[in-house]
């Protein structure tokens, strides 16, 4: 039986750890933190994100059911520098909805889905991920899920949750994601997700994100978020309206480049924002930290049956190389042609243009890549 060390249990973590687990593997799973833990995120969970976390055995219904707050999605909307703006409907027959969830509840759901799958956990902090660590002594694979505390971060995001009376308006907003590109910052843009629809009150998540080779003195995070907040009309209303607000917490992330990520050495291979693994035009993470979960269990599973037949098998590194440059490195391409296609302000401007006046599958196209309704692939080519 193969012994297992994953560092980290966030999405990327808690999916390998899952699916690893149940193809028979001895899995512990180390996290610094105690669950529930907190991660500032946007809470926006693609459909394709969706799909994930349902293989791990939570089914949208049955998600929502246990996280106790969440928010269905059924229209995206994405907004220029200039203010125009187009809406897109999801949640039909050929376009699955979304759904938010804070991220404290999701992780700890998707933690106690590895532990129902065989995993064991243990709370303790790692000095380093390597065959050095004499914690990590004896185990045959070792999986660095440590997000971006792995060192590879070159983004940052801020983001708080405003709480807001319902009201017909409000409702309308409960059921829909907004992202705006800041007028500012070239590769900036905010966001307004709603992440909890109780009887009385909505509580959504409001936020910025921005590339760190961005920030510039008076040019960072918190300028960037009151910039949004005067000038986004749906994060202005909700910041007019709210009874509260909660302390912005920023949190770095490491999104794909063109090339160059190596994702394994050795027995050490990386998944997740570890891997550098977030969309590098939106920032989504949480999909593909799941997907690389699931593909890594997909690699370690084809060695072992390749060994077990004798024939000829690669590393771990080399064979989990292959298979993130075959699989996920493609459509993190694609967004990265995309981020530098659209960068221009004016470029930006225009697309809007386009969108609003264009064909309706110019439309359909770009909100169900931008939103993870559909992959870069499937959308666009
Ligand atoms: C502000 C912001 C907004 C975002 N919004 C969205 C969004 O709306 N939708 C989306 O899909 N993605 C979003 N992302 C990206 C998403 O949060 C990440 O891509 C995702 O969390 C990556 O998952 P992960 O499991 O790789 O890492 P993480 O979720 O960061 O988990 C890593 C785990 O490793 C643990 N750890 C770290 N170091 C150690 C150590 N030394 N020893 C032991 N344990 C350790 C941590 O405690 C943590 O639990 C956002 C990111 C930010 C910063």
Redesign the pocket.
């Known amino acids: 039986m193969l012994r297992i060390a994953i560092?980290?249990?966030?999405?990327?973590?808690?999916s390998a750890g899952c699916h690893l687990a149940r193809q028979g593997s001895e899995v512990v799973l180390?996290?610094?933190?105690l669950f529930p833990?907190d991660?500032?995120?946007?809470?926006?969970?693609?459909p394709l994100?969706l799909g994930e976390i349902a293989r791990l055995g939570l089914a949208p219904e049955l998600l929502r059911e246990r996280a106790g707050a969440s928010a269905v999605i059924t229209s995206t909307v994405l907004r220029a520098p200039g203010g125009r703006h187009s809406r897109f409907g999801i949640g039909d027959r050929s376009h699955p909805e979304g759904c938010?969830v804070p991220?404290q509840r999701l992780?700890a759901l998707l933690l106690a889905q590895a532990l129902e799958a065989g995993c064991h956990f243990r709370q303790?902090?790692?000095?380093s991920?390597d065959a050095a660590e004499p914690t990590l002594a004896g185990f045959d694979v070792i999986v660095d899920?440590?997000?971006?505390?792995?060192g590879n971060a070159n983004?940052?995001?801020?983001?708080g949750y405003w709480q807001v009376t319902r009201t017909p308006e409000i409702d309308r907003l409960a059921r829909e994601v907004s992202i705006r590109a800041d007028p500012r910052c070239k590769r900036g843009y905010g966001?307004v997700?709603p992440v909890n629809v109780q009887p009385d009150v909505v509580t959504f998540?409001v936020?910025v994100?921005l590339w760190k080779a961005d920030i510039r003195p008076g040019q960072g995070p918190r300028e960037q978020l009151a910039r949004f907040l005067a000038q986004d009309p749906v994060a202005r209303h909700l910041d007019q309206h709210a009874n509260r607000r909660s302390k912005p917490q920023?949190?770095?992330?490491?999104m794909g480049g063109w090339s160059g990520t190596q994702v394994g050495q050795g027995k050490v291979l990386r998944?997740?924002?570890?891997?550098q693994?977030?969309?590098p035009l939106?920032?989504?993470?949480?999909?593909?930290?799941l997907l690389?979960g699931r593909l890594l269990a997909e690699v370690v599973n084809e060695g072992e049956r390749r060994k077990a037949s004798g024939r000829p098998s690669t590393s771990w590194a080399q064979a989990w190389q292959t298979c993130f440059e075959q699989t996920l490195q493609p459509e993190l391409r694609r967004a990265w042609w995309l981020r530098r296609l659209l960068e221009p302000t004016l470029i930006k401007n225009v697309a809007a243009l386009a969108l609003a006046h264009g064909p309706a599958r110019l439309r359909e196209s770009l909100h169900t890549a931008l939103f993870?309704v559909r992959t870069y692939h499937d959308a666009l080519f």
Not at 7 to 14: F, K, S
Not at 30 to 33: L, P, Y
Not at 124 to 127: D, H, N, S, V
């Open positions: 560092v980290g249990a966030g999405p990327a973590g808690t180390f996290d610094k933190a833990r991660k500032p995120c946007g809470d926006w969970l693609t994100a938010c991220r992780d303790q902090a790692l000095a991920v899920a440590r997000g971006s505390a792995a983004a940052a995001g801020l983001r966001w997700f998540n936020g994100g920023g949190f770095p992330l490491a998944i997740g924002d570890a891997a693994l977030a969309d939106t920032g989504d993470g949480i999909g593909n930290a690389s993870g």
